[in-house]
């Protein structure tokens, strides 16, 4: 290991490039792979925040995105009288388009009783909820990327809004949600009694999954998941649009850094021919050599990780801040998958060279 060390340190310029090359490929595949797990997660945060409520949903209707939920009066008041429900709060919800200063973009709009708060939004970046007929709370990426304030009039749908607050945590790859009272939404979507969901709360002595079965049992103009079912459902749609695309490119970037790794130390293993002949003639067996060898490689897959790794952990607060729509995840699970993965890659990048070292011919020393 100590000649490896002097090997590299002798090149500073050579050794700085292949770190920073090895880094630059641990950044890419952080990256990716973290916009990935965070926009799987963030896109169905909406459900994630329904207090581990059961969403009872029209029948054959599996997911939040890909599906418009319809269910009749009075499924809030059947679904009260069953012993398994403490609470059942109905939303309105419905997906159209925004449209600000001839811009257009697609989200999301949740009509909620503004009394209870039950799937309002949960966290506000400025100003307050909905407490009256006409205002509305937009989540902080859409108002930003439309430049509205507090306090500006918006189109919603057909009609015209105050916006009162501005809600965070409520944007992913390009969803986005805007809150109003029942009432408002019920005239916008010409609901008249009906509701799109209902979120029932488990009567205490009861789980999830006992309450949504026996409302699966007891009625059968509805279906009822549990929050996790239907968020996991919510996600595989969003897995199966962007999933193949993505992992298709961590694939690509785990290729990159597999060939930078090799090239890097193939190169220094190169240059350094002339001075492993010397050692070789002065009877240094092979397998020293490939022990250099390796250990030029994993000093500089040790230092491009560290490199590639903080920067990508700083970057998911960055983009989050600058973004907000796209969300990156880099978790300790994930640093550490990518720790053992660049040690694999650095393995592998080491084959060529150790090949050519185990093949040295002593005589090399002497062709200078």
Same mark, same amino acid.
């Given at each position: ?67 418009v939920s319809w ?131 488990? !009567?205490? $002595?009861?789980? *999830?999954? /006992?309450?949504?079965? @026996?409302?699966? %049992? ?5 279906? +009822? #998941? ?54 070789? !003639?002065? $009877?240094?067996? *092979?397998? /020293?050599?490939?022990? @250099?060898?390796? %250990? ?5 897959? +040790? #230092? ?5 790794a903080g920067l ?44 050519r070292v185990t ?10």
């Open positions: 290991m100590i000649v490896a060390v002097k090997n590299l340190v002798v090149e500073r310029t050579r050794l700085i490039l292949s770190v920073l090359g090895v880094g630059f490929a641990v950044l890419l595949i952080l990256v990716m792979s973290g916009i990935f797990v965070g926009t799987t997660q963030q896109v169905t945060t909406y459900i994630d925040h329904s207090r581990n409520a059961v969403w009872v949903v029209q029948p054959g209707v599996s997911q939040m995105f890909r599906a269910l009749p009066a009075g499924a809030e008041r059947q679904l009260a009288g069953l012993p398994e429900v403490a609470t059942a709060d109905p939303i309105l919800g419905q997906p159209s388009d925004f449209i600000h200063n001839g811009g257009q973009t697609a989200y999301f709009v949740v009509g909620y009783d503004t009394a209870t708060g039950v799937g309002g939004p949960w966290s506000l970046a400025q100003g307050r909820g909905v407490e009256t007929s006409g205002e509305v709370v937009l989540d902080r990426v859409l108002a930003a990327k439309n430049g509205i304030r507090l306090g500006g009039t918006v189109r919603i749908v057909d009609g015209d809004f105050t916006v009162v607050g501005v809600s965070d945590q409520t944007a992913a790859l390009g969803n986005f949600y805007a809150f109003v009272g029942m009432s408002d939404a019920a005239r916008l979507f010409r609901a008249g009694d009906r509701v799109s969901y209902i979120l029932v709360q488990p !009567a205490p $002595g009861y789980t *999830p999954e /006992q309450a949504a079965a @026996t409302i699966n %049992g007891r009625m059968p103009g509805a279906d +009822a #998941l549990t929050s996790a079912e239907f968020a996991q459902n919510s996600r595989d749609i969003i897995v199966s649009m962007v999933g193949r695309p993505m992992k298709a490119m961590i694939a690509i970037a785990t290729l990159v850094g597999v060939a930078l790794i090799g090239l890097t130390v193939l190169a220094a293993t190169s240059e350094q021919m002339a001075d492993f002949g010397v050692l070789r !003639a002065v $009877g240094v067996r *092979p397998v /020293q050599l490939c022990r @250099t060898v390796i %250990g030029q490689a994993a000093i500089i897959a +040790a #230092l491009g990780y560290l490199v590639g990508a952990y700083t970057a998911q607060y960055l983009i989050r801040d600058r973004l907000g729509d796209v969300t990156i995840a880099v978790t300790p699970a994930m640093l550490g998958g990518m720790a053992i993965a660049t040690a694999v890659m650095a393995t592998l990048g080491s084959v060529l060279p150790l090949r093949r040295i011919d002593p005589a090399l020393a002497f062709r200078r």
